[in-house]
Nanobody, 131 residues
Framework: QVQLQESGGGSVQSGGSLRLSCAAS????????MGWLRQASGKEREGVAT???????KYADSVKGRFTISLDNVKNTLYLQMNTLKPEDTASYYC?????????????????????????WGQGTQVTVSS
């Protein structure tokens, strides 16, 4: 059974940094699309970043230049390094993953704007940024 477990959330002041981790168990990350999403209170869930099988990354405009997504294939762990945090980054953050469907190209990773493609989800971790 595939399980994704986030950690690393917490409270930080504006301008600070946090690194989120997502440990994947029972999951083969070959041929994958993985990503981070967030949902602030009273707002819709939004994609934050994705990484595909070839390591290509995509970011939401709101986090470009501040957040970095990465994947450690040995540890089967997805990371989100968040720098220069702003109060508007306050949200519950989720990691998610899906295997690339058969016959699809390895750069298939539409999760940034199409979260419904993800099959596996973590339980979320809270990030609170105070001004």
């Amino acid at each position: 059974q595939v399980q994704l477990q986030e950690s690393g959330g917490g409270s930080v002041q504006s301008g600070g940094s946090l690194r989120l981790s997502c440990a994947a168990s029972g999951y083969s990350n070959s041929g994958h699309c993985m990503g981070w999403l967030r949902q602030a209170s009273g707002k819709e869930r939004e994609g934050v970043a994705t990484i595909d099988s070839d390591g290509r990354t995509k970011y939401a405009d709101s986090v470009k230049g501040r957040f970095t997504i990465s994947l450690d294939n040995v540890k089967n762990t997805l990371y989100l390094q968040m720098n220069t945090l702003k109060p508007e980054d306050t949200a519950s953050y989720y990691c998610a993953a899906v295997n690339i469907p058969q016959y699809y190209y390895t750069d298939w990773c539409p999760g940034l704007y199409h979260s419904h493609v993800y099959k596996y989800w973590g339980q979320g971790t809270q990030v609170t940024v105070s001004s």
